[in-house]
């Protein structure tokens, strides 16, 4: 059984940063790419930012030069380091990984956190 738990939402002034980390846990043998999606209120759900496995990174124009995503394999993580908040950034921010939870490492199925709130006021 794999989760997905992630930390570092809170509230922050404009202009302010915050740090999200995502950990995977359980019966992980491989991930492969992994990303942070969020959602406002009254709004679709948005891919804000995703990292591939050898550490190939794409960002949602918005937060281009902003936000910067990166991963730790060793300790399963996927961080958003989220700089020059705006309060259009405010929302629930869900991590997801492609994760392979057998040896069959070709295998991969998505898991998703819970979801931690960003709240950024102006």
């Known amino acids: 059984q794999v989760q997905l738990v992630e930390s570092g939402g809170g509230v922050v002034q404009a202009g302010g940063s915050l740090r999200l980390s995502c950990v995977a846990s359980g019966t992980v043998f491989a991930i492969n790419d992994m990303g942070w999606y969020r959602q406002a209120p009254g709004k679709q759900r948005e891919l804000v930012a995703t990292?591939?496995?050898?550490?190939?990174?794409t960002y949602v124009d918005s937060v281009k030069g902003r936000f910067t995503i990166s991963r730790d394999n060793t300790k399963k993580t996927v961080y958003l380091q989220m700089n020059s908040l705006k309060p259009d950034d405010t929302a629930v921010y869900y991590c997801?990984?492609?994760?392979?939870?057998?040896?069959?490492?070709?295998?991969?199925?998505?898991?998703w956190g819970q979801g931690t709130q960003v709240t950024v006021s102006s």
């Open positions: 990292i591939t496995d050898d550490d190939y990174t």
């Open positions: 997801y990984a492609y994760i392979a939870d057998t040896i069959v490492v070709s295998r991969v199925y998505d898991y």
